[in-house]
C-alpha cells in the first residue's frame, strides 16, 4: 500500500493515507490476538492437545513475531519484505499448526474488528459508505467458491435481471417520492389553512374589542 493517498471528493484537506490508521491501530489488534492465544474455549484447548501444541511453542511464535515487526524500524539493519522479517527471526521453523495456530487468531480479531468498523461508519437501513468494496469482497468470494462447487454463475444473465428489477425498483421509488411530496404539500395546504382559520378568529376577536370601545365611546 506504499505511497497510497487520497483526499475525499470537495473537501479541502491534506491527502488521506490509510496506512497511517493501520500503523496506528494494528498494534492494539494484534495485542488481543496474542491474548486470546491463551483462551479457556473447550474446543481451542481441544484442538490444541490434538495437534500437540505447547504454550512455550506459542510463546515462541508470537516473541518471533513480534522481533520480525520490530526488525521493520531496525535502523542498522531493517528489512524490506513481511517474509524477510519471518526468516531472519527463523519463525518458518515452527510447526505449521503452531504457525496457523498464531495467524488463525490475529484473523479472527482483525475480521471482528472490520465487521466493527464498518457497523461505525454505516446507518443500519442505508448504503453503507464501505458498500463498493464490501461489493467486490463478496464478488472475490463468490468466484472463490465456484472454482470447486456449483455450477457456473451466468453472469450476463444475472447482470440483465439486476438491471430489470433495478428499473422496478427504480419506478417504485419515485411513485413512493411523489406519493411523499404529495402528502406533504397537502399537509403544508392543511396547516396553512388552520393558519389562516386561526388568524381570521383572532381577527374578528380583535374586531369586536374595536367595535364594543367605539360604542362606548359614542355614548359618551
Known amino acids: 500500500m506504499s505511497g497510497i493517498g487520497f483526499r475525499p471528493k470537495g473537501v479541502a484537506a491534506p491527502m488521506y493515507n490509510p496506512e497511517r490508521d493501520y500503523a496506528y491501530i494494528t ?5 488481543a490476538a496474542i491474548e486470546n492465544l491463551d483462551s479457556d474455549d473447550d474446543e481451542i484447548r481441544a484442538w490444541r492437545s490434538d495437534h500437540g501444541i505447547s504454550d512455550a511453542a506459542i510463546a515462541a511464535a508470537a ?7 520490530r526488525d521493520f524500524v531496525n535502523a542498522v539493519d531493517p528489512v524490506a519484505s513481511f517474509e524477510q522479517a519471518l526468516a531472519r527471526r527463523n519463525f518458518a521453523s515452527l510447526p505449521f499448526v503452531v504457525r496457523q495456530f498464531l495467524f488463525a487468531s490475529v484473523g479472527y480479531v ?34 472463490f467458491a465456484q472454482k470447486s462447487v456449483g455450477p457456473p454463475i451466468p453472469c450476463a444473465e444475472t447482470v440483465e435481471t439486476l438491471k430489470f428489477k433495478n428499473d422496478v425498483l427504480a419506478s417504485r421509488v419515485s411513485v413512493l417520492l411523489t406519493q411523499l411530496e404529495a402528502y406533504r404539500d397537502a399537509q403544508q395546504l392543511a396547516d396553512l389553512r388552520e393558519q389562516l382559520r386561526q388568524d381570521e378568529k383572532s381577527k374578528s376577536f380583535y374586531a369586536r374589542i374595536f367595535s364594543a370601545c367605539q360604542n362606548f365611546f359614542r355614548s359618551k
Open 27 to 31: 498494534p492494539t489488534l494484534m495485542r
Open 63 to 69: 516473541t518471533s513475531l513480534a522481533e520480525a515487526q
Open 110 to 143: 482483525f475480521c471482528a474488528a472490520w465487521f466493527q468498523a464498518v457497523r461505525e461508519v454505516s446507518i443500519v437501513g442505508e448504503e453503507s459508505p464501505a458498500a463498493g468494496d464490501m461489493a467486490r469482497f463478496a464478488a472475490v468470494v463468490a468466484a
